[in-house]
């Protein structure tokens, strides 16, 4: 007799095996690959299903080009994001931070008091760790923090999709730390505030920043059952 198939256990290995990819192969995902992709996340629910995410994703050249102007901004200026980063992390948050710095680091064999290697590893997101493709999101201001919400719902859902097309992605709200060359060559709305992109293509395994694994708390940590 055949086991039953657990359709949980699709996406549980999803999850288990995702990880952001920090080095890519330069070959562009195919044009119907990624419409595929963002046509099937639209079903992400959203407040009053208002669908606040907008995404402008670029292709070769340029994604290169933006890279380009990304690194030349980064080395030019200080970080000026449309909504502030933060500025402190309390306990946990700032071990969690700290052992995923660390991680990533031994991973590109930075060490810890190699400024010029952390300085190089932090410019490499401004190259878009070499990816072909960049979605920069963005969202409406005037709907405030529920909307932020909403968002990150979208990109839970475009997160758990591409590995499923075959597609390696990072997150990256470093790049909103430099809105102008972002704005000045995509459809950004003047009432829209650039959240963070996301880096999608193939993975160059061999990276060694492709080494880095990071860990997680278990759910008992950040979840609780109340029954009285
Ligand atoms: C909203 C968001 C922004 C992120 N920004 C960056 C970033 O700017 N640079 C980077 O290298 N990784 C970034 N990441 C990736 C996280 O560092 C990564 O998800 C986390 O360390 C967990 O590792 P994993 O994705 O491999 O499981 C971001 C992730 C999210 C969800």
């Known amino acids: 007799m ?9 996406v549980e290995t999803v999850w288990a095996e995702r990880r952001s990819k920090r080095g890519y192969r330069p ?14 996340a639209q079903h992400a629910p ?16 340029v994604t290169q080009e933006l890279a380009t102007a990304l690194q030349a901004a980064a080395r030019g200026g200080l970080p000026h994001p449309e909504i502030g980063f933060p500025l402190d992390y309390p306990t946990p948050y700032k071990e969690h931070r700290i052992a ?4 990533l680091y031994r991973a590109m064999g930075v060490a810890r008091e190699d400024k010029a290697g952390r300085y190089d ?18 969202c409406d201001r005037r709907l ?27 997150a990256m709200a470093s790049i ?29 395994e061999e990276a060694p920043a492709n080494a880095c694994r990071t860990t997680r708390e278990p759910a008992a940590k950040n979840v609780s059952f109340v029954a009285t």
Do not use: K
């Not at 086991?3 to 256990?9: E, L, N």
């Not at 070959?27 to 963002?38: C, K, Y």
């Not at 959203?46 to 050249?61: D, F, G, H, M, Y």
């Not at 590893?121 to 963005?138: I, K």
């Open 100 to 103: 995923c710095g660390a991680a």
């Open 176 to 204: 909103a730390a430099y809105p102008e060359p972002l704005r000045s060559r995509l459809p950004i709305g003047e009432n829209d505030v650039v959240l963070f992109g996301l880096v999608i293509g193939h993975a160059d």
């Open 46 to 61: 959203s407040w009053c299903n208002v669908q606040p995410w907008r995404i402008a994703i670029t292709e070769p050249p």
């Open 121 to 138: 590893a932090w410019l490499r997101n401004y190259a878009l760790f070499d990816a072909p493709h960049l979605a920069v999101v963005s």
């Open 144 to 170: 405030g923090p529920y909307a932020y919400v909403d968002v990150g719902v979208w990109l839970g859902y475009v997160l758990t999709a591409a590995p499923m097309l075959g597609l390696d992605t990072c």
């Open 2 to 10: 055949t086991a039953p198939v657990d359709p949980f256990s699709a």
């Open 27 to 40: 070959d562009p995902v195919p044009h119907a690959t990624l419409e595929r992709l963002f046509e099937a």
